[in-house]
């Protein structure tokens, strides 16, 4: 093969920066902090799954198991995919590690990359990061509000304080199935009228006939009926609820009728939130609900769960779109400027500053004037400098960056003058 062309990133994948991981390390911060001051404690799962957990567990219809699953045969033959969200694998460890024993909920937050292969823009990529919270094996609604909570505390605290919350009920196996029909039944005579993936969707997955985003279909879901009007005792029951505690709590939202999200796992409470200012067309910055009935399908008993995602990516979008800066930490604070031919004496003068700093040295053969304007520019607090003849006498001049002062120092001083 000709090696004419350089290589480059796989599409919808980014590269993250040191000084855009400045900005990273606050929402990851911020999400660690906030999961273990509500009782949230880190699991990581395996980015690699059997890709049958993922097609019974988000669902086959839904896009991020059935067009955007990233699928792979491995050299033994097994059929694996490469996680698009973190649920159906938390889920699967919560059984098969054990977790399932003891006292319940448990909760657990994960932090991590998911793939889907859908089509790359801003705010959708190819590999993304989740922040993703769960309570797994207590059905109380208290937790689809404390998920809720959770994930605003989140957002309040890598500054977004402008949020807009939408919630739903989708009800359960009891109730929705009536629903559903009254949704086709609703839908048929229109059948003509949707565009092409809404007619398939209709005698499969009607409901998702309510999220489409397709201008045409718009009009038609204002007469269909909502199915919060349609809720057993229990669902409305846990209805009630959550919007009450969530009103207790303070927390504000809409009632979307036409949230019913993409994936298909839920049961009753699910919810968004967006920017405030968003267009209804802008993404989430962090989703989720109730999902009663996946553990059974994943072949487990069944057990009750409630969670959701947060969009790293989108959320440090969201950051630097509000404006919000953090400067990087400079990469070390003190630099070694040899003048000279003097690696090896350079590496040991910063081994003996390391005791005391990070440190890091300039082997470049250029003159001790650039060495300074780079040591300048790379944010270092000091400069430790020296020719050969200071290196026979093991000394050297120590520069503080901010004053301009500096002193003769001998190096084994240097821990002590920088500590
Ligand atoms: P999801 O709505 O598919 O839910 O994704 C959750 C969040 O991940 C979204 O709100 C968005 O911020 C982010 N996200 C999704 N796709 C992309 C993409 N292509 N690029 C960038 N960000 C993206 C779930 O994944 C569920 N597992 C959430 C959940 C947890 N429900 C219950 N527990």
């Known amino acids: 093969m000709p090696r004419s062309e350089p290589i480059k990133a796989v599409r919808g994948v980014r590269d993250i920066l040191p000084e855009e991981r400045a900005l990273w390390r606050v929402a990851e911060r911020a999400a660690k902090h906030v ?34 699953l990233y699928r792979f045969e491995d050299r033994g033959g097994r059929h694996l995919a490469l996680r698009p969200e973190a649920t159906a694998g938390i889920v699967r460890a919560y059984f098969e590690r054990g977790l399932n024993q003891g006292p319940q909920p448990k909760r657990l937050y994960l932090i991590g990359p998911m793939f889907r292969y859908d089509r790359p823009q801003k705010g959708r990529y190819r590999q993304f990061f989740q922040f993703d ?7 109380s609604p208290a937790l689809d509000a404390e998920v809720i909570e959770v994930a605003r505390a989140w957002l309040f605290e890598v500054g977004l304080k402008e949020l807009r919350l939408e919630i739903n009920s989708i009800g359960d196996e009891k109730c929705r199935p009536a629903y559903l029909e009254e949704l086709r039944t609703y839908y048929r005579p229109l059948k003509d009228k949707l565009h092409g993936d809404c007619q398939r969707r209709l005698e ?14 718009q ?40 949230l019913v999200r993409g994936l298909d796992y839920y ?44 969009g790293l990516d989108r959320v440090i979008d969201q ?21 000279g031919d003097l690696a090896a004496e350079a590496a040991e003068v910063a081994r003996i500053a390391r005791q ?13 004037g650039k060495k300074m304007a780079a040591a300048d520019k790379l944010g ?35 821990p002590d003058r920088l500590a």
């Open 380 to 414: 270092a607090r000091w400069a430790i400098l020296f020719d050969a003849s200071e290196a026979q006498r093991r000394a050297a001049r120590l520069r503080d960056m901010v004053s301009g002062e500096q002193a003769e120092v001998a190096w084994d001083e240097l």
């Open 267 to 310: 049961t009753r409470t699910v919810f968004e939130f967006y920017p405030a200012a968003a267009t209804g067309q802008q993404d989430a910055l962090a989703s989720g609900g109730r999902y009663d009935g996946l553990a059974e399908a994943l072949g487990w008993p069944s057990k009750p769960g409630v969670g959701f995602a947060g």
């Open 133 to 139: 919270v769960e309570a797994i094996g207590a059905g």
């Open 35 to 68: 999961a273990h001051r509500y009782g949230y404690r880190q699991i990581e799962t395996p980015v690699i799954e059997h890709r049958e957990l993922i097609e019974r567990g988000v669902g086959e219809d839904a896009d991020a198991a059935s067009k955007e």
């Open 319 to 339: 950051m630097t779109s509000e404006g919000e800066e953090v400067i990087a930490e400079p990469a070390a604070e003190v630099l070694v400027l040899p003048d």
């Open 204 to 217: 499969i997955n009607p409901l998702r006939l309510l999220d489409c985003k397709v201008p045409q279909d």
């Open 219 to 258: 009009e038609l879901k204002e007469g269909a009926p909502r199915i919060t009007d349609h809720l057993c005792d229990e669902c409305q029951a846990a209805w009630d609820l959550v919007r009450k505690l969530l009103d207790s709590a303070g927390i504000a939202y809409v009632h979307n009728p036409y």
């Open 356 to 368: 005391a700093r990070a440190v890091a040295v300039d082997y470049e053969p250029r003159s001790l």
